[in-house]
Each structure stands twice: as structure tokens, then as C-alpha cells.
């Protein structure tokens, strides 16, 4: 049985529930966000993967 990890979606999901607690954050979570998503795709970060 192999369970895999995504890094993308909790981040989404966190990112979200903070959103609505707290509107004035969007601008400041959409923006890590990208930089996140921005620095796994240039170093190869991708999807890791735990056994």
C-alpha cells in the first residue's frame, strides 16, 4: 500500500480556512502561496512521496 503525500493541496486547504477567518490575509497567503508553488516547480520539488 503506498500512500502519497501532496504538499499543494493542504496548503490550499489551510490557506483557505485562514481566508475566511481572517479576509485581510488573502493578499498575504495567495502570495507565499505562489512563491512556494513558484520555488517547488523550479527545483524540482514536485510531488514527494511517502512509503
Do not use: D, E, K, W
Not at 1 to 26: C, D, E, H, Q, T
Not at 27 to 50: D, H, S
Amino acid at each position: 500500500m503506498n500512500i502519497s503525500l501532496s504538499f499543494a493541496p493542504i496548503v490550499a486547504l489551510i490557506a483557505g480556512i485562514l481566508i475566511l477567518i481572517v479576509p485581510r490575509l488573502l493578499n498575504y497567503i495567495v502570495a507565499i502561496y505562489l512563491i512556494l508553488i513558484g520555488i517547488m516547480g523550479i527545483f524540482g520539488i514536485g510531488n514527494p512521496r511517502l512509503v
